[in-house]
């Protein structure tokens, strides 16, 4: 089996690639087709330099037959994941939230008397697109209008989640973000933005698995769920899986956004798709 490159870099084989993808898609869903090898390899290496191990096959048989292999699944899931995320990202799809799914969702909060808003950003990464929908909530004057507003944003990998309540975000990040929104909402501090507390005071963060019925089973009633730019990542098969699991959590009548090159076409007929200025999103009735 060759491990080992002209510059002594460990080389991942066909044959061991397949083994540690196998270990990836039954811990998380996330499916790296054969045209992804070269994506696997780099980031399992790092893993590898942490653990001083020589080669993929050791990496592969410390996940199988190591005592610590459970542990051990964070932190390769925390290697193998794609986080990358910016406040306001998709603005068009954030505007068709605030101007068509608010305005549904309070009406009918209304009519049924019930004052609580709850939100769950379910794969989150650093915690930017949670905090973004707590402001644009309070832009919208829920608080004054009476309601509470809960926020859950949650992923599968500690590091981001780490980063997520630390709530302290570079001018990158920030990219989208509308100059109004800066001034309001976030404090300057040295090179970096600090989101302001009680936005921070909105959002809890937790892990959860959207592979694991067990842990999104500790999700419950709520009202809208985002589910943006990570259905990709999915094979059909997990995208089925996740989509159950997250209809689970929304209360009747709630709504679910993917992202925006994201659809449900194909995948479930469990939410009605609603379309609104261009954009679909999910009802279940
Ligand atoms: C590209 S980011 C998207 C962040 C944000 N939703 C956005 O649209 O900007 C995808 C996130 O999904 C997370 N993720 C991947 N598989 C997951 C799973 N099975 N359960 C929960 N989160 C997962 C990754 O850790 C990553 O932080």
């Given at each position: 089996?060759?491990?080992?490159?002209?510059?002594s870099k460990p080389k991942l084989s066909h044959e061991t690639f397949c083994y540690l993808r196998d270990i990836v898609y039954a811990q998380s869903g996330i499916a790296f087709a054969d045209t992804k090898k070269y994506l696997l390899e780099t980031r399992l290496l790092?893993?590898?330099?942490?653990?001083?191990?020589?080669?993929?096959?050791?990496?592969?048989?410390?996940?199988?037959?190591?005592?610590?292999?459970?542990?051990?699944?964070?932190?390769?899931?925390?290697?193998?994941?794609?986080?990358?995320?910016?406040?306001?990202?998709?603005?068009?799809?954030?505007?068709?939230?605030?101007?068509?799914?608010?305005?549904?969702?309070?009406?009918e909060k209304y009519r049924t008397g019930s004052k609580s808003v709850r939100i769950w950003s379910s794969a989150c990464s650093?915690?930017?697109?949670?905090?973004?929908?707590?402001?644009?909530?309070?832009?919208?004057?829920l608080v004054q209008k009476g309601f509470t507003i809960e926020i859950i944003g949650s992923d599968i990998s500690d590091v981001v989640l780490k980063a997520a309540v630390a709530a302290r975000y570079d001018r990158y990040s920030l990219r989208n973000t509308p100059e109004a929104y800066l001034r309001k909402y976030f404090t300057p501090c040295?090179?970096?933005?600090?989101?302001?507390?009680r936005v921070m005071e909105t959002v809890k963060?937790?892990?959860?698995?959207?592979?694991?019925?067990?842990?999104?089973?500790?999700?419950?009633?709520?009202?809208?769920?985002?589910?943006?730019?990570?259905?990709?990542?999915?094979?059909?098969?997990?995208?089925?899986?996740?989509?159950?699991h997250i209809y689970d959590t929304i209360s009747k009548g709630g709504y679910l956004l993917?992202?925006?090159?994201?659809?449900?076409?194909?995948?479930?007929?469990?939410?009605?798709?609603?379309?609104?200025?261009?954009?679909?999103?999910?009802?279940?009735s």
């Open positions: 089996m060759l491990t080992l490159g002209l510059n790092r893993r590898l330099e942490e653990k001083n191990l020589k080669t993929f096959e050791d990496y592969y048989y410390f996940l199988t037959y190591d005592q610590g292999r459970e542990a051990e699944y964070r932190h390769l899931l925390n290697s193998v994941v794609t986080n990358e995320t910016s406040f306001f990202r998709d603005p068009v799809q954030l505007e068709v939230f605030r101007k068509g799914v608010i305005p549904r969702l309070l009406e650093t915690g930017e697109e949670p905090y973004t929908l707590a402001m644009m909530l309070m832009e919208e004057g040295a090179d970096a933005f600090t989101v302001s507390p963060f937790r892990n959860v698995n959207l592979f694991n019925a067990g842990e999104t089973r500790a999700v419950r009633n709520m009202d809208i769920v985002f589910c943006r730019n990570v259905l990709i990542y999915f094979d059909e098969t997990s995208k089925r899986k996740v989509c159950s993917v992202g925006f090159s994201e659809s449900l076409h194909n995948i479930t007929r469990l939410f009605n798709p609603i379309s609104i200025e261009r954009s679909v999103v999910y009802q279940k």
